[in-house]
């Protein structure tokens, strides 16, 4: 079979990496005082050249810089946007078996870009890649789903639909500057999907006044018009799971409840789906996906450093392809290795296993990663 030219590749990934310990140091110093900015950004520069070079090694064809210079996968990028303010939320849930704060994203005034939000950090991984390099972003919806409408200032936005209007445009405006940049290959990074597959959090969001089967469509409504504008020849990618936090979760249940939404709905050319444990169902909500489309089944667990069996990962694969024909299906790890700068259970070199497992299993299943 031959190789997938166009992202998704048939070995990918999502993108975080456990942050290197000297990263975690320095960061410490920086936040002390002890360090300055531009002595992280040298050591993170450093880092992240090594793990560039180290995943090009390994066969990956799509290259992220770690998200190294974050310390969360959302709110990093969500707080740079004017009018955003990232807040301690006592009434989040928490995740499984972890009492740890949670802090969410909030709308406090009138939303502005005025300056390129992460467009510095692609720059330099595409200055250092020679491979496709793959920047990725959280989803808008985030905005709206973790906190609601009480999330959201009514005396900046009385209208939703302002609010959509404003986030899309400096969305687009974001794209338009990172694809001027390079990026060919971007992803979007959603939990608001996969959290509607869980009971408890509709039960959630009708408590605080919406209708859990309205809010699919009106996060998809706000991805296609964050995308609306991307030039040709731009891959974009949405990737979905229940909860990734020092190798806890948030949510459980199969993509039933919104499968048919999401795969009709948006816009996006392909799909990094959870696919490691039993909390995300069956394959069948797969019949729903468009023809051509790809599924990225994220069939390896970044949770736990048990390292999966190849031969079982294959037989996965040949369930799936039940619903989405093999040359559209692909393969990676369920979530990124670190969605904040804590990382999940894990070391380094399991890492770097279980990377290597998915581009191995890709050769033997596609003839190429």
């Given at each position: 079979?031959?190789?997938?030219?166009?992202?998704?590749?048939?070995?990918?990934?999502?993108?975080?990496?456990?942050?290197?310990?000297?990263?975690?140091?320095?960061?410490?110093?920086?936040?002390?005082?002890?360090?300055?900015?531009?002595?992280?950004?040298?050591?993170?520069?450093?880092?992240?050249?090594?793990?560039?070079?180290?995943?090009?090694?390994?066969?990956?064809e799509a290259i992220t810089d770690g998200e190294y210079r974050r310390g969360w996968w959302n709110?990093?990028?969500?707080?740079?946007?004017?009018?955003?303010?990232?807040?301690?939320?006592?009434?989040?849930?928490?995740?499984?078996?972890?009492?740890?704060?949670?802090?969410?994203?909030?709308?406090?005034?009138?939303?502005?870009?005025?300056?390129?939000?992460?467009?510095?950090?692609?720059?330099?991984?595409?200055?250092?890649?020679?491979?496709?390099?793959?920047?990725?972003?959280?989803?808008?919806?985030?905005?709206?789903?973790?906190?609601?409408?009480?999330?959201?200032?009514?005396?900046?936005?009385?209208?939703?639909?302002?609010?959509?209007?404003?986030?899309?445009?400096?969305?687009?405006?974001?794209?338009?500057?990172?694809?001027?940049?390079?990026?060919?290959?971007?992803?979007?990074?959603?939990?608001?999907?996969?959290?509607?597959?869980?009971?408890?959090?509709?039960?959630?969001?009708?408590a605080r006044g919406d209708d859990p089967d309205a809010l699919p469509h009106m996060y998809a409504?706000?991805?296609?018009?964050?995308?609306?504008?991307?030039?040709?020849?731009?891959?974009?990618?949405?990737?979905?799971?229940?909860?990734?936090?020092?190798?806890?979760?948030?949510?459980?249940?199969?993509?039933?409840?919104?499968?048919?939404?999401?795969?009709?709905?948006?816009?996006?050319?392909?799909?990094?789906?959870?696919?490691?444990?039993?909390?995300?169902?069956?394959?069948?909500?797969?019949?729903?996906?468009?023809?051509?489309?790809?599924?990225?089944?994220?069939?390896?667990?970044?949770?736990?450093?048990?390292?999966?069996?190849?031969?079982?990962?294959?037989?996965?694969?040949?369930?799936?392809?039940?619903?989405?024909?093999?040359?559209?299906?692909?393969?990676?790890?369920?979530?990124?290795?670190?969605?904040?700068?804590?990382?999940?259970?894990?070391?380094?070199?399991?890492?770097?296993?279980?990377?290597?497992?998915?581009?191995?299993?890709?050769?033997?299943?596609?003839?190429?990663?």
């Amino acid at each position: 079979m031959t190789a997938s030219i166009r992202p998704p590749f048939r070995a990918d990934q999502v993108g975080s990496l456990l942050r290197p310990a000297q990263v975690k140091a320095a960061r410490a110093k920086v936040e002390r005082g002890e360090m300055s900015a531009e002595a992280l950004r040298e050591i993170e520069d450093r880092c992240i050249r090594d793990a560039v070079a180290r995943q090009e090694a390994l066969g990956l064809e799509a290259i992220t810089d770690g998200e190294y210079r974050r310390g969360w996968w959302n709110h990093d990028f969500l707080g740079k946007i004017d009018g955003v303010e990232v807040v301690l939320d006592e009434q989040s849930v928490k995740f499984v078996g972890s009492d740890d704060p949670r802090f969410t994203s909030t709308v406090a005034r009138k939303l502005r870009r005025s300056r390129a939000l992460m467009v510095d950090h692609f720059k330099y991984l595409r200055s250092v890649a020679s491979k496709t390099p793959k920047f990725c972003i959280p989803s808008p919806s985030i905005l709206y789903h973790r906190g609601g409408r009480r999330a959201i200032s009514r005396e900046a936005y009385p209208d939703l639909d302002e609010l959509w209007s404003d986030v899309g445009r400096i969305y687009q405006e974001e794209i338009r500057d990172l694809a001027a940049a390079g990026c060919t290959y971007l992803q979007i990074d959603d939990t608001s999907f996969s959290f509607l597959c869980d009971g408890k959090f509709r039960d959630s969001c009708r408590a605080r006044g919406d209708d859990p089967d309205a809010l699919p469509h009106m996060y998809a409504k706000a991805i296609n018009l964050a995308i609306a504008d991307r030039p040709q020849g731009m891959t974009i990618a949405m990737h979905t799971c229940r909860g990734n936090w020092k190798s806890t979760w948030l949510a459980e249940g199969g993509y039933d409840p919104i499968a048919e939404t999401v795969f009709s709905e948006t816009d996006v050319d392909g799909y990094f789906l959870e696919y490691d444990s039993e909390r995300a169902g069956s394959f069948e909500p797969l019949r729903f996906v468009p023809k051509g489309k790809k599924v990225v089944l994220g069939l390896v667990s970044t949770k736990t450093p048990v390292l999966e069996n190849k031969d079982d990962l294959k037989r996965r694969i040949a369930e799936a392809a039940k619903y989405v024909p093999l040359e559209n299906l692909c393969i990676s790890p369920q979530c990124g290795f670190a969605s904040s700068h804590h990382g999940n259970m894990l070391s380094e070199d399991d890492q770097w296993n279980k990377l290597s497992l998915v581009v191995k299993v890709a050769r033997e299943v596609w003839g190429s990663a």
